[in-house]
């Protein structure tokens, strides 16, 4: 059995789902071969840390806090934000964990099609470099999809949507640079964020899932609050993948599962935010 015939297998196997001649052939590879004995490891990882998750109550009043910041905003017809200096930690945070249950399963990536072969591959490049050699690894992305500096407001233009991007992320990122990218699968955005110990985090918004960005990398699906919420083993980082409104957006770049957590869930509770201040549409 090849390492391609394995990794499409990996998920079952390690879900002890394959039928028992085909979980052998399995174990008699990983047994032989490193580098798909790591893939399995990555699962085991993720799942690891996902699972000791912490979940905390929701502070009471937290929804009603902020609909009443909306609400006198609008009255003062200020620009609707919700910065992340008025809430705890932990009560973002909890806003993920909000399931009776925290279900847990693996996710297999089918291989990508020969349209988006090259997408793949390419986005994997960007991804190896991303923890080391964060300008590096963007510039592979500019390079390769017409990738251009805007400002906000020009990528609001460019992308035809209004992104999901705030000027400040949790735990001390800002903005550093918005780009527009004209990839396969649509023209999307990329918010980069660096905080003060020089660590990065790239925000993409785009349509659709894009299971064919992370290739065969692990990944496992935790169900939050009712939205699936994919996150997928980098080189020591995360990513994190969900539907957030009418697009999907992805965090590349998280320290571990529980910073992920808090940024899918702040970014989820701005995007509702907004949309609640805009009213019915």
Request: charged fraction near 20%; include cysteine.
């Amino acid at each position: 059995m090849n390492c391609e015939r394995v990794r499409e297998s990996l998920s079952a196997y390690y879900d002890r789902e394959l039928a028992p001649d085909l979980e052998a052939e399995v174990r008699e590879h990983l047994e032989a071969c490193p580098d798909c004995a790591g893939q399995l490891a990555g699962f085991a990882e993720l799942s690891k840390l996902a699972a000791d998750m912490r979940q905390p109550d929701v502070p009471p009043g937290v929804w009603s806090a902020i609909d009443s910041s909306l609400n006198e905003r609008r009255h003062r017809g200020v620009p609707v934000t919700v910065p992340w200096r008025n809430y705890s930690r932990i009560a973002i945070a909890a806003t993920l964990l909000l399931a009776a249950s925290f279900a847990l399963f693996i996710y297999w990536n089918p291989h990508p099609t020969d349209e988006h072969h090259e997408m793949t591959a390419t986005f994997g490049q960007y991804l190896d470099q991303f923890q080391q050699q964060p300008e590096d690894a963007q510039e592979v992305l500019l390079t390769r999809y017409q990738g251009r500096l805007v400002d906000p407001l020009q990528a609001v233009r460019e992308a035809k949507f209004n992104p999901n991007a705030p000027d400040e992320l949790p735990q001390g990122f800002s903005r550093s640079a918005t780009y527009v990218l004209v990839m396969p699968c649509c023209t999307c955005t990329q918010t980069i964020y660096k905080d003060g110990l020089g660590n990065t985090l790239a925000l993409f918004e785009h349509a659709g899932q894009q299971p064919g960005w992370f290739g065969d990398r692990p990944t496992i699906t935790a169900e939050c609050h009712g939205k699936p919420t994919s996150f997928v083993q980098l080189q020591g980082q995360l990513a994190a993948c969900w539907q957030c409104g009418p697009r999907h957006l992805t965090i590349v770049g998280a320290r571990n599962v529980e910073q992920a957590s808090e940024l899918v869930a702040y970014l989820d509770a701005r995007q509702r935010a907004l949309q609640a201040a805009r009213g019915p549409t």
